[in-house]
T-cell receptor, first 115, second 114 residues
Framework: DADVTQTPRNRITKTGKRIMLECSQT?????MYWYRQDPGLGLRLIYY???????NKGEISDGYSVSRQAQAKFSLSLESAIPNQTALYFC??????????????FGPGTRLTVL | AQKITQTQPGMFVQEKEAVTLDCTYD???????LFWYKQPSSGEMIFLIY??????QNATEGRYSLNFQKARKSANLVISASQLGDSAMYFC???????????FGAGTRLTVKP
């Protein structure tokens, strides 16, 4: 089984709809992240969470919200989807070891299309 | 915020040859980490290699090595003995030790020719 799973893997929705993307991990990591990838722009950080009670905005958080339901679960919501939120969304996890920078491990991605 | 630049949108290499993918970064912080990820056509992001800013030796992982030149703020990825399965997008990324806010470059598409 994959260490980081994302559901759904593909989603097509309409403008104005509420969408939730879910991420689960079995790696036992405390830190979780949501990114979006647009062609030619690489990945950009939306939100991140260092533990269940910690939520932080990333580079592009407007139009998104998150929920850290448990150590292993981190959900991303689009309250009212718009076409420019069409992108590939990645969840990632990392394990803080007390020093340095922790490596992030990514889920398989969710391809979201907003019509 | 830190900035990552990958100046090569696309690269070609002959199978079994070595290739260097360029990455430069910009930060005023002294403590940071540099990463390379591979994204094949299937879409997943695969971690390849990590270099810490205080590491004195260049990182190596199998056929991957990171040519870290701190004074020039460059962190080039070297792939030796290229294989057809190396054809993919490659992303350079950086995060600061104090916040783990990772920033990515725009990527380089590598094509390995048989």
């Amino acid at each position: 089984d994959a260490d980081v799973t994302q559901t759904p893997r593909n989603r097509i929705t309409k403008t104005g709809k509420r969408i939730m993307l879910e991420c689960s991990q079995t790696k036992g990591h405390d830190r979780m992240y949501w990114y979006r990838q647009d062609p030619g722009l690489g990945l950009r950080l939306i939100y991140y969470s260092f533990d269940v009670k910690d939520i932080n905005k990333g580079e592009i958080s407007d139009g998104y919200s998150v929920s850290r339901q448990a150590q292993a679960k981190f959900s991303l919501s689009l309250e009212s989807a718009i076409p420019n939120q069409t992108a590939l969304y990645f969840c990632a996890t990392s394990d803080w070891r007390g020093q340095g920078t922790d490596t992030q491990y990514f889920g398989p991605g969710t391809r979201l299309t907003v019509l | 915020a830190q900035k990552i630049t990958q100046t090569q949108p696309g690269m070609f290499v002959q199978e079994k040859e070595a290739v260097t993918l360029d990455c430069t970064y910009d930060t005023s912080d002294q403590s940071y980490g540099l990463f390379w990820y591979k994204q094949p056509s299937s879409g997943e992001m695969i971690f390849l290699i990590y270099q810490g800013s205080y590491d004195e030796q260049n990182a190596t992982e199998g056929r991957y090595s990171l040519n870290f030149q701190k004074a020039r703020k460059s962190a080039n990825l070297v792939i030796s003995a290229s294989q057809l399965g190396d054809s993919a997008m490659y992303f350079c990324a950086m995060s600061l030790h104090n916040n783990n806010d990772m920033r990515f470059g725009a990527g380089t598409r590598l094509t390995v020719k048989p």
